[in-house]
């Protein structure tokens, strides 16, 4: 019987970049990726021969559904001219980008590549038909359990409420999310929406879904990120300031609610989260940033406990206090998040991690965490049956390498 | 500057299964991920405890365009009760399978998880309109370059004529594929078709796009198939004959007609067999036998020579010397290929290693090639977009471990 390796990773980020979320009704899939890749090329300190990196990763989920385009990774070859370079195409839901990232990190811990690209791209606003939308946004299945009514707003509202009902969390507690979160994105120039909202105004917009209102609810935007992953023993010659991946985490719940055990809880986030702290040997609270997938502001407020920001029935507490405030205790979402930069599904994640670079690299500007030396990024998928959670630090472990 | 390591790759197959290809209105894609996630376990000399599997990775394709299911991973998680291992979904076109083998192996090699399971499945047959299947088989892109009309078969087909024109290549050639794949085919219980065919009666079919007829094209058909990898230090825990994944490789080239360079090679298969020859330490010649992506008949004939096992332009003069055939110099698609057997897309590439797990280990009955000691496996999607090939051996390369 062999004893079980401890499970390490140690994967450098030498570059990242994305271009500014948005209605992007000027832009395609193609157009998008050109630019994240521009961003992310010239983001690298001394520079990089694109003939070095040689393996690719897409992640993108909504266009084969509603478009019939982005299937495959040659779609990510074409408009970089980088055949015959391999790619491959990622698809697990809203979690898509940071999973897209494990698994081309896994190729380089594994020694087969030195140097890969990750990019993430969607298209949410332009789609073909209205057919198109509802199919996409009821998750629509052909099956006996097939969800009618069942949209993610419906899906994750009955979350926010259950969470009232159990721990006393209130309307503005949420709201104080979509607060902070606006006022995040004003600072970052990425980001979808760039105007700030009051608690009022949260609590007085349009019903979606009881309790999550219109301004409780991240927009649908389109945008693109990329970032470059190497061997953290090659990561110098591309950069002054490379940073690590050192856990990644990735758990899978059911996706039917009439099959959820609790509706104040994602068992897929504390899993993958656990998964990650192991990795990267540190625990919740060593963490200095993170990028939560705030959907909805009761999906963030319900994160901090699974993350284990704080305790468990608490969240609403922990905002109050200003925990995930930029001067608080663990600054959440320093990029505006879902909320106010937008959610392309696939480039969600890979777009997370563009601000973590940017944040452990003192260049988040008037946003900027200070000294932070690990952020975490968190997708959550699928209302809720899918999560992964990457965590990223200033020095690389001693590890496979 | 670091010297670039040698790529190796080491990861063992420890158990292999799959259910019987054909029309299978009456599972669903559930039922059909259990048959061979079942089928799979029981295959596994010693045993193996379910909790010892700590991730998976699931290869489909099709679903999320047609049916609106089989997105994300726990599209595999929910009817294998794997909560809350983590699901990597990927999708690749036609690669799809071989891909998700590669991108499995990868986290095994790099240390990251002991032992992982793979499964690939498709739903071809029962499609809920036929707008979804127009959809499907059209490829269907909404933007300027929208391939009207061209099918599949159409695409595949100016292949056919390309090469007859160019090395004098005859419909008797691509016929003997398909009488050589429907003999094998029936020598395989897990084949979608059971039956041979004569010269006489493939050129004589219907024709679908010439050069290619009924019965040069390959069948639409269900299936699922399941692969187990572990490190290949633990691989006696849990197998008397496992055998070893020793080289992959992948590669893209442009999706669109109107951009290939050449109509009678697929660059994309002669790159992604590069990679793989070289990562394995072999070369064609070394090759037993291969599982080929025999889409349409002219696909197998030319990938005879993409993959360097004849000349360029030979595939005919090879095919007519026996070259492919069961008692040949490298006996091609015993398993009757998916001519016969079938092309449940995500399935595909997993179920070639079905087959060559089986050979290798001399379980093949009936179709059993004598004592190979090599066996790959080759995929090309999207017209010639993307290939994967995956080398499998008998014992293990010295490698990361």
Redesign the interface.
């Known amino acids: 019987?062999?004893t079980?390796?401890k499970?390490?990773?140690s994967v450098a980020v030498v570059g990242a970049g994305m271009i500014k979320f948005g209605e992007l009704f000027d832009q395609?899939y193609e157009d998008m990726i050109v630019g994240a890749y521009k961003a992310c090329l010239k983001s690298v300190d001394k520079g990089i021969d694109e003939a070095e990196i040689e393996?690719a990763w897409l992640g993108t989920?909504v266009g084969?559904?509603t478009?019939?385009?982005m299937?495959?990774?040659?779609?990510?070859?074409?408009p970089l001219a980088?055949?015959?370079?391999?790619?491959?195409?990622?698809?697990?839901?809203c979690?898509t980008g940071s999973?897209t990232i494990?698994?081309a990190a896994?190729?380089v811990?594994?020694?087969?590549?030195?140097t890969v690209l990750v990019v993430g791209v969607e298209k949410m606003r332009d789609i073909?038909s209205l057919e198109a939308m509802v199919?996409q946004t009821s998750?629509?299945?052909?099956?006996w359990w097939h969800p009618r009514g069942q949209t993610p707003p419906a899906m994750f509202a009955q979350f926010g409420s259950a969470h009232m009902q159990a721990f006393g969390t209130t309307r503005e507690h949420f709201a104080r999310v979509a607060v902070k979160n606006h006022h995040n994105g004003k600072l970052d120039p990425y980001a979808h929406f760039q105007f700030e909202v009051t608690i009022d105004q949260v609590l007085n917009a349009p019903m979606v879904a009881w309790p999550m209102g219109l301004l409780d609810s991240c927009p649908t935007t389109d945008g693109a990120a990329a970032v470059i992953l190497t061997?953290p023993?090659?990561a110098k010659?591309y950069s002054h300031s490379p940073i690590y991946l050192l856990g990644t985490?990735?758990?899978?719940?059911?996706?039917?609610s009439h099959n959820k055990r609790s509706f104040t809880e994602w068992?897929?986030t504390a899993?993958?989260s656990r998964?990650a702290y192991e990795m990267a040997g540190i625990g919740p609270k060593d963490v200095d940033l993170a990028e939560l997938h705030d959907c909805f502001t009761c999906t963030e407020l319900i994160t901090y406990e699974d993350l284990g920001f704080c305790k468990k029935g608490e969240g609403g507490k922990w905002i109050e206090e200003g925990g995930p405030m930029m001067e608080g205790e663990i600054p959440c979402n320093t990029s505006g998040g879902l909320k106010s930069k937008g959610h392309p599904v696939g480039a969600t994640g890979v777009a997370q991690a563009c601000e973590i670079w940017w944040q452990l690299r003192g260049e988040a500007g008037k946003r900027q965490v200070k000294n932070p030396a690990f952020g975490l990024t968190h997708n959550l998928?699928?209302t809720g049956?899918?999560s992964c959670v990457n965590i990223f630090g200033l020095e690389p472990r001693s590890s496979?390498f």
């Open positions: 019987m062999v079980k390796k499970k390490m990773i395609s393996a989920c084969s559904l478009r019939r385009e299937l495959s990774g040659t779609r990510l070859s074409e980088l055949f015959p370079m391999p790619v491959t195409r990622i698809e697990n839901h979690a999973d494990r698994n896994f190729s811990a594994a020694g087969i590549y030195d073909p199919d998750f629509m299945q052909h099956l061997r023993d090659r010659e985490g990735c758990a899978t719940d059911t996706f039917h068992p897929a899993e993958a998964q998928g699928g049956s899918i496979n």
